[in-house]
């Protein structure tokens, strides 16, 4: 869905309005980094969606939050790989988000939006601050103060939102294995417009909502929030029982994908991989798979290294290219005794 002027009228997620400006989002200083005693944020890179079709942020949510587990995969192939949910063709909405993580072989977690007792914010919060301080990113969907909802011709819960963005991390002045929200806990997330970091306390997202048709409003000081309904998916990792550490990929060019929709030609992208968790003097094997069909088959065919580790953390960097337009997956798995190392 498009990212939308505050106070517009009707279904807008579905009209070619004008984009939100960053700074609209960024209100009071909420891009400035704050100074809080703990955090956890996932290492994972802004950037900007593609603008066809109803906005294509749902997918850029997607894309980017599995980042932070080691995988890229373009735009159109996280459309691709689900059925059409009620909005342009297979644009991603809360109808079919799940199908989308499980063809592309994510492992997931989803906010129970269907079951859970209305209104779902203080519910909510205490998920998200769970599935953040759990090193998971995850995609959420927001409302637009002044949009009417439901969008398209969905019934509620589906459409109460109009927006998708990736929420990489938190911020706490209590240790973050205190389950309790905090009214000045803050989440980070990108805006899918910009590379700043947006800050926002977890107690200041409720909104109101006054019935189908009708316009939400998130106050005067915020453009965005969620009312009645919350809504939102963690990113886990793969669906893969091989045993495995943590690892983020980091991609050069990072901040905008050529829209191949719009009939731009796919490029080249370089990865870096960032292995951590590691234990010193183990040897670890690097895979790396360029479809999801292949992705998590063992065979030598798919390894690119094996390493021993020297610290906690290991940086590999990928010199064979891979195409935006496509998928890619890495895995970084403890080496069994009898594979024979390779230390670089």
Sequence with gaps: ????????????????????????????????????????VSDIQPGYQWDDA???????AVQRATLGKG??????????????????????????????????KISYEGFDYVSEPLPQQDAYAKW??????????VAWMIMWSGQSYPIYNLKPPAGMYGHVEPVIGIQSNHPLNDTAVYSDDVVLHFTDAGTNTV???????????AGPGRRANCGWTHSYCMSTYAFGWAVKGFVDDKPHVQA?????????EPDTRSGKAPQLLKGTLTAAGLTAGSTYSIYRWDSVEDAFTYSDSFKKTSFQAKADTFVYSDGEGFQSSGTTYYRVVPQTAAEEPVVV
């Design 71 to 104: 995988a890229w995969i373009s735009q159109q192939q996280v459309r691709d790989h689900t059925s059409p949910g009620g909005g342009h063709d297979n644009e991603i909405l809360s109808t079919n988000i799940e199908e989308a993580f499980q063809k592309l």
């Design 248 to 256: 983020s990929l980091a991609i050069q060019p990072f901040d905008s």
């Design 1 to 40: 869905m498009k990212r939308l002027l505050a106070l517009l009228l009707g279904s807008a997620a579905a009209l070619p309005m004008p984009l939100v400006n960053e700074s609209t989002i960024c209100e009071g200083g909420a891009c400035d980094q704050l100074n809080m005693a703990y955090e956890r």
């Design 54 to 60: 109803g906005g294509y942020c749902g997918s850029w």
């Design 128 to 137: 998200l601050k769970k599935q953040l301080v759990a090193g998971y990113a």
């Design 199 to 209: 800050h926002r306390t977890l107690s200041s997202l409720g909104g109101s909502w």
